[in-house]
């Protein structure tokens, strides 16, 4: 990159800074409300704004990865196995109770003692929700 490409390229990162500094660090919950709010409008135009949208993203993540009001979520995301959260995942985001995996799972019971940790998703439960849900397999490991 010659001097004056790299000259330019800076000057606009300079801007950028100025304009979004909270792409950089989120210091406080005021500033996390903010940077949420920014990424949803720069959401109506994704493409557009992908780069400044993933500079946010990235902020926000290290923010809420270790900002104190945070711990208690982060740790219960961790504590919970991915299969159970992926289904759970899937639950909330087709609105489904423990009673509409009939075919792919059984019984209500079983989803719940699945759902609560005391049994576990089996390699063919993995595959008929894969199937329902159009999802990699993957994501349940």
């Known amino acids: 990159m010659n001097f004056e490409r790299h000259s330019q390229v800076a000057s606009l990162i300079t801007e950028l800074n100025h304009a979004f500094p909270l792409a950089r660090e989120i ?10 709010e920014q990424v ?13 949208i ?15 009001e945070f711990s208690a979520f ?3 995301q961790t504590d919970i196995e991915p299969a159970v959260a992926t ?18 799972i059984g019984k209500k019971s079983l989803v719940s003692q699945i759902l609560n940790g005391h049994k576990q998703l089996t390699r063919r439960h993995i ?3 894969a199937a329902r849900f159009a999802i990699s397999p993957a994501l349940f490991f």
Do not use: V, W
């Open 74 to 76: 982060n740790q219960r």
């Open 27 to 36: 210091r406080n919950t005021r500033e996390h409300a903010q940077a949420l």
């Open 54 to 68: 993933e500079a946010l993203s990235a902020s926000i993540e290290r923010y809420e990865s270790s900002a104190d």
């Open 127 to 129: 595959e008929n929700l």
């Open 40 to 52: 949803e409008d720069l959401l109506e135009d994704y493409e557009t704004n992908y780069i400044l």
């Open 87 to 104: 289904l759970r995942f899937l639950m909330e985001q087709h609105n489904l109770n423990t009673t509409d995996f009939e075919n792919e």
